[in-house]
């Protein structure tokens, strides 16, 4: 009996949490190894379902990964490389579209709905919600740099109690034009600040951002970042993970969280437990 | 870590009972050592804010025990005794809706709104939403039995998202008709069965339903109960508690439980674990 | 025929005022004789129903009057005096709080429903909808001052058509706090401020404002107000019922009436004919 | 003061009516002397007002009567008639339709708004909400029986709370067709069965169904009109008024009601007094 | 096939209009021969219906014309002029009444109800929706200007989806008053502004207006018109005309049509074609 | 100016077709050439943005055809074949699903918004509106048979004016469940029929149903597709499309049609012209 009363208090644990993001947008970036591993996955999906069921309204943007370098290598499509970037030709857009769309975004809206959910699976083409312009003038080729988010689509899925699953793919908003490969954590951000979220939430192979002892760092302000950033604390793959957090909350979202999907649950431990697992970063 | 993943994990586990009572009524017969041991009544107003948190539609009727007989004797009304029980009065009634409703009910109210909900306390005179007769034709005084429900002043704080406390008097519908007295478990039955309640519980300080051997029967049916009884299994003030049951059960609620609510959050654990802690009537 | 053609008459030359208040909320104190004659109560609740059906939102505030103290006498509860005013202690508040809200407030809401109208009886704790902090820093004890008062809970019983009777009780803001004992007068001024209510009625026992040869003043400004206290003319018990209605009439209700309540049908009286009965004060 | 007082219990008689017939739609046919006399009509529509400030919901169809004559004698067209009857012919029929909608209907309706309710004029042709076919295979040439109504028109009306104005003209469902001229009693009667009207009431110029002796008749059954047709009681003008009644009334109108137009507020008198001035048929 | 395949194209050149004209409101001002030769009525009711359907909102204003002046002349009414133009006396008022709302206004009523649509007649004494005053002081008579618009009644009538026809005759504002006579392309016009119109459309006798060598003038602006009026080429009853245009372009109107009525299908041609056939008048 | 008029005729000639679809569902089986010659995608977007305007929902079903088979050629994944139809292993089916969901039904998507539209495309893995079981006990692998459909996600899209882009793939409803592989022809009228629409309508690369000396057969019954199959008349690749439509029919779709894709704007042909340009079949 004890034993059960210990696990009442924990579910109470929760309710300040519950009562304070009733009805609020949480941005999801889904990535790594959450996507990969098949346990994880599962955990992924009760995560956001038990999110919904207490009244939060996330919203889930995917990227695509590995995937896409292997039909590319099978199909043996050739890449140009810019700034170690690969250039998306359109021969590589129609496979992009076709892994992040046709595929994985699948897999996760039937994971979700398995698991209890009603999810739905879009991209920026889709009643043509999101749209993009090339990015550097076009020197990745249909690399995109959202200009346009229009709110109504997935406002819509949310009032009729959808979970939207976003791969993000933005219209190039022309006949025939293929489309254009966004970044995935910054398509998060962008949604998350366009729909007035009030978290966005990167789930990540990381443990979160670490100081130069590898001790992490709970909370970050924009002050900080720019300081860690300068001395080197903040570097490599983690500059642009740092920058798409700081692009949501200059735009209003009150939290972006870098959290380690390695971890189960690691979604409702990030925001249903007082100190949190990974990152947060605040304005 | 792994200590937060088990407390993940533990909330994930009332996910099935979340998604299942979604929108479901629950009747909470509130009374006993809950209602009177300060540390028990934070406890239970927490239960009762989770559980309308997570999307289920509490309805709380509560008794008055103690308190009521602490002013009756301060006030030295004598009473008269009828088969044991006391016969009310109009100046016992005036003193009995004094206690129920100016006292009990409105510290319930207060109770619930403190930890964060938004609470309404009624009587079945406010709206005129539940009249009764004089039980066996007035041999109890002002002891009614109910013999109309109007659902809709329930039915209009529920759509509000209030928490309706109900204390359990009746009008006399007439004109400076004093009300009647209901007894609140035979209360709690009949509004679960007039509203479509899914589930009527009822916190007492017993640990539930004993077999001969004092072990706890989970689960009863009717015809069990028919048999106990027959046996004496099932005797003294059990047999009221149990035919309260049975009449939400004959009409239409789905389960009856009696639950000792002298277990810290016990209401959490009957309704979110999957074998519970008190006795469960079906029929 | 001749009788009953000005019978119509009569009921037509109401119609200028039913079209202009209808959809007004009018708040309402109730209170002196008009609350203990069993004919004037009837006559009350008659006429408050009439005022419901040709549209206007009658919201009813009382007061407890002789009734606690005959129970604070009964009960040998004893009252430390400040100012000529009771001290209302823990005790005292519980006694003041069972009288009005499980006794007085509870007579009215049936006397209204018995004679066709919905009425539901609250006081501030209900939905909490009304906080208090000490008068005077607490020298009166539980005597509270309105600090807060949500008008939602109001307005959702007004929506559907309910006559919400309220008990001069604020929520004192914390667990296990006994709560506030407001003046009525005050409570019924800052409820018709907060609901931008049309007129606030006071039925007293009084014909109205005298003038020092005792004649009625039927209406009063500001600053005749201010010259007649200066001078004398209103004086005493009076004083604190001026400026109940000066309160709501500075934050915006159009008209204070005081009006005698033990005139029959007083209300209509004073809302239906062109020149009333008793004193009105506008800004 | 006393007077006063009276007034105000005079208002209040009409509270149980106001109760009953809240929400309910009343047909009335206004014509004769209340149509002409200035002093009645503007009595009439302050009668109308009153009802529906009360929460009635009036309907009005009105007739034509002698400005119809006065048109065609002007115009010196001359019409066959047939049993006593004129024959409608097309050159009739633009008369009686530019009086009927384009004079008669107009004053009504602007008398009602100029007394400040909302009123619009409508005739079957608008909305083609009233279709009808020749009588008696055309034998009065355009002098139709009802065979459609189509209720949204006026529900629609209704519900943006307009009072509608009804001229007896029904469409003729065809191009080019000019309508058809229709008995306006009967026209009351069958708007009021297809409505579902509470009441029917005819405004005429005759105290209403008198005996024998000269006697009012204040309540007829079915039975006893078929009686007293068959002594003659009833006769001449009164049987076709009789039988537009018991039209409305066979067709599930509780009452239909003939009143004395002559007498001032006769409406409120028959509507909110409890024995009425007219004759009342009910089934 | 070839034909039928350049008939779908021709209806696909809608699209565009279609999109752009969706939920707009257009006031057509309908008179001349489009209103008297019975082949270009049904047309033009073809086209109102086609209007409507596509998802514009039509409220179709109308004159009298000839009718007037033949029944003033069948009765023998003669009239006083200034300036050339018929004085209103209370007697013309009246027939002028007759024939627009009793005649005309239910003819083309029916006109559109015949084909299809549910088109509602009123004047602007129904719900009181347009009011005037004395044009120049009364000089002549009750030949009125327009001082208020009402747009409820008419919205109503639109969101319920009826076509609204709507006879110039403005209220007084007085009991007994007999209303005013209003030039129905200037009530157009106001009207059109009032409801915040896309566009105002005027159904005339002529081809547009002509420059001094006979062509169109297919587009005008207001800066064109004072200098065609200054050199003489917009001279005579065109100034009137192009007067009412301005008074609607100068109070919002995006844009004002004056078409060939005696055009088959003219309206079609205006709004659903790219070039139109008349003068468009635009800011 | 006549060649005009000529148009306007045109344009009106849709008039009684525009009025009777008004709010239908119509779903459109969209494939062979129609989807894939330039010009021909671009008229069929028009074609259903003007049936979207004019007020109907046309709901689109597409296939995959010969880019499914491309990438697998490309992708050196053999196939097993079985009764001449290829059996869809999981590796296929990966196949299927990209191409059908993640670029022909995301190339519809735009290709419709482009021209003006709001479309959103799904498959039966969204919100889990569309599960299959395998047919034929598995023989032909992952192709499966529709088992049930949950109207609501095309409902609510519907609803929110959004045209929906159907990719015939079924969910197989469980976690890690590849989907389902449907035939389009089946998926659409399945779909109709659920949907309760008023038409399916097959887009193909055939002029219609053909009788034994090739002259197109305009209308088909039940009992005729009965003796032209025994006949022979109806043969080969013909029969699963006629099967398709006698599904459809059966289940209470009024009419399906068989249309040529290959000509220029068949859907608007076949739907607002008078005789149509292919085959329909009714019950």
Known sequence: MKEKIAQAKLLLEALPYI????????VIKYGGSAQINPDLKNRFAQDVILLHLVGIKPVIVHGGGKKINDLLDKLQINSEFVDGMRV????????????????INKEITNLLNMHGS??????????????????DNGKYGLVG????IDNRVIENLLEEKFIPVIAPIAS?????????NINADLAASK???????????????????LDKDKNLLSTLTKEQ?????????????????VDACLEAVNAGVEKA???DGRVEHSLLLEIFTSDGIGTVIRN
């Open 145 to 148: 740099e959202i200009n346009m």
């Open 118 to 135: 009603k999810a739905i699976g879009i991209t920026g083409k889709d009643g043509n919600f999101m749209t993009a312009t090339p990015k």
């Open 19 to 26: 009562k304070k993001y009733a009805n609020q947008i949480f």
């Open 172 to 180: 190039g908003n022309e006949i025939n034009h293929p489309g254009f």
């Open 225 to 241: 970042i720019e300081s860690y950033k300068a001395d080197g604390t903040i570097h490599g793959g983690m500059i642009p993970k």
């Open 191 to 209: 949604i998350a600040a366009s729909l007035g979220a009030r978290k966005v939430i990167f789930l990540t192979d990381i443990v979160g951002v």
């Open 88 to 103: 998306t030709s359109e021969e590589v857009m129609e496979v992009v579209e076709m892994v992040l769309c046709g595929n």
């Open 257 to 259: 969280h870098i959290i």
